[in-house]
Every structure is written in structure tokens, then in C-alpha cells.
């Protein structure tokens, strides 16, 4: 790995599994300092003595812990570069006939107000970073934002929102005259624990994946670390002009038809 974001401080939601603790493990190999966020206090533990990157619990959707993340953000390294706004769930979620308000506004909670929540304060403590604003803004969203599913209606609305809520963004700071750039990225099925744990739990394990697999023209999922490696290029002065612009990582699953 490059060192290409040595002197950079990060901060990642969700980052105790998945693609979060991948991206905390690739933005370290890059030489960044990073601040990660979760709820899973051990499994935190364990990717701090891996990868030498600090944790603070909090859940993003609220919105009163938002101050001391930042302040201690700001006590232990005195700016922010970048912000990966990866936290995201499904648990609870329905068709429009059958989800339950309380589902819908918990997922809505994590899956947007939590994104909106952790751009919002990246962007005030960008603003004021020693030497002058200046970082950059990824915001994890899914293929499901051009593909909904019918069975995961809250997911489905709230990725497709984290498309208007990146360029607002990056609106807003182009207006303002921050370089600060927002981007989001839309992966498709990825190889996480979570995704190994289903097809292993499966009646027919091979079937399983196999099944996940054929959801993408390229026939696999995705890699962590390929998505990791994606975040890692849109935090990096090599995408220095990029910004409102939506990164598909999905195998070709939202190219179009395979055909027969």
C-alpha cells in the first residue's frame, strides 16, 4: 500500500464489521489516522490492536452524541479529512403493505438521518481545519438505490435519498467555496461476514452462493477490500475534482440486461 493519505484523520461509521472494518483497515494501510464508530464494543477492540485505529461508540441516528464524537475527534487530532458515512441496517424492514411505522422510522433513522447527521458534522469540522477547509465526504448508499426491493422498502427509499443527500452536499460546499468533496458509492452483494454467515446457515451452502453470485454479470461478489479500495480513491487528492458523482461497485448489476 501507498501512504498517500499519511497525515489525514478519518472517521468511519459502522466500522466494527463489514465494509466498515475493511475501510478502517485499508485508510490505516494508507496512513491515515482513523477514528471509527459502532456499537460492537469487542469486536472493536479486536480492530483497534489489529490496526492501531481508535473507537468511540455511538450510533449514528443520535443525534445528541454527535458533540462529543467530534470533540474528541478534535482533542485527540485537531482536524477531520475524511468522512466515510458507512453505518446501515436492514433489520426490520417490510413491503409497503406490511412494515411497521416504528420499523420504518428506526431504518430511516440509521439508513439516512444517521448519514445526513454524520455530513453535517464532517462538513462543520472541515470547515475549520488548520491551514483552511479542506476533506472529503463518502457516503455508502447501494445498487438498490437504481434497483429497489420490493420486500425492503425502507432500505430501498433510504439509499435512493443518499443519492440527493450527496450532491446537496456537494452543492453546498461548491457554493460556499469549501473544497469539500461529497461522493457516494453503490455496491452491490459483498463477500461480508454477514453475507458468509447466510450462505453458510443455508440448507444447500454451494447453492447459496452460487445464488449470490449469479446477481452480478461478473458471476461473484464483490471484496471488501474493492470497495475499501474504492473509498480509499474518493478520500484521495488523486480525486481531487470529483464530487456529486455516484460510484457504482456492483459487478454490472445495474448495466443492464444479461439476456438469454
Known sequence: MTQRLAGKVALITGGTSGIGAGTVRRLRADGAEVVFT???????DQLCA???????????????GWPAVMSAI?????RLDIAFANAGTERGDSSIEHIDITDWQALI???LTGVMLTAQH????MRVNPGGPSGAIVLNSSMNAYKAMGNYVAYSTAKCALIGLGKSVAMHCA???????????HPGVVETEMICGVIDRAPDPAAARAQFNAMAPLGRMAKVAEVAALVAFLVSDDAAFISGSEYGIDGGSTAGMMGV
Open 38 to 44: 459502532g456499537s460492537n464494543e469487542a469486536a472493536a
Open 50 to 64: 489489529e490496526t492501531g485505529a481508535s473507537f468511540l461508540a455511538q450510533r449514528v441516528e443520535d443525534a445528541a
Open 74 to 78: 478534535a482533542q485527540r487530532h485537531g
Open 109 to 111: 433513522g440509521v439508513n
Open 122 to 125: 464532517a462538513v462543520r469540522a
Open 175 to 185: 457554493n460556499q467555496g469549501l473544497p469539500i468533496r461529497c461522493n457516494t458509492i
